[in-house]
């Protein structure tokens, strides 16, 4: 069955880095989109970046544009999420994705699968 597995997520200060990863199994990786999501405290899920199944292109919100970037590797099913120029308000529980098709789009509802997620805070 489809599995997601997130990993690298902790306390970082304002201004830090962290470097999330999804492991995914029991799917054919390379022919979906994928894209992460996050959920902060008492807010919905937000979508937050997506990459098209080759990797030959990338799609993010407005609010981390410019401070994070997604990328894949087809070769070790895995999906990153370097994130830089951390904020407080980048505090969630972060998700990744799998998209119906090779496109990652932005509404939710098109995702067939997620992850457990993992908690990134951002605090000093």
């Known amino acids: 069955q489809v599995q997601l597995v997130e990993s690298g997520g902790g306390l970082a200060q304002p201004g830090g880095s962290l470097r999330l990863s999804c492991a995914a199994s029991?799917?054919?990786?390379?022919?979906?989109?994928m894209s992460w999501a996050r959920q902060a405290p008492g807010k919905g899920l937000e979508w937050v970046a997506g990459?098209?199944?080759?990797?030959?292109?990338?799609r993010y919100a407005d609010s981390v544009k410019g401070r994070f970037t997604i990328s894949r590797d087809n070769a070790k099913n895995t999906l990153y999420l370097q994130m830089n120029s951390l904020k407080p308000e980048d505090t969630a529980l972060y998700y990744c994705?799998?998209?119906?098709?090779?496109?990652?789009?932005?509404?939710?509802?098109?995702?067939?699968?997620w992850g457990q997620g993992t908690q990134v805070t951002v605090a000093s």
């Open positions: 994705g799998r998209a119906g098709s090779w496109y990652p789009g932005r509404a939710l509802d098109e995702y067939e699968a």
């Open positions: 029991g799917f054919l990786f390379r022919s979906y989109g």
């Open positions: 990459i098209y199944s080759d990797a030959s292109d990338t």
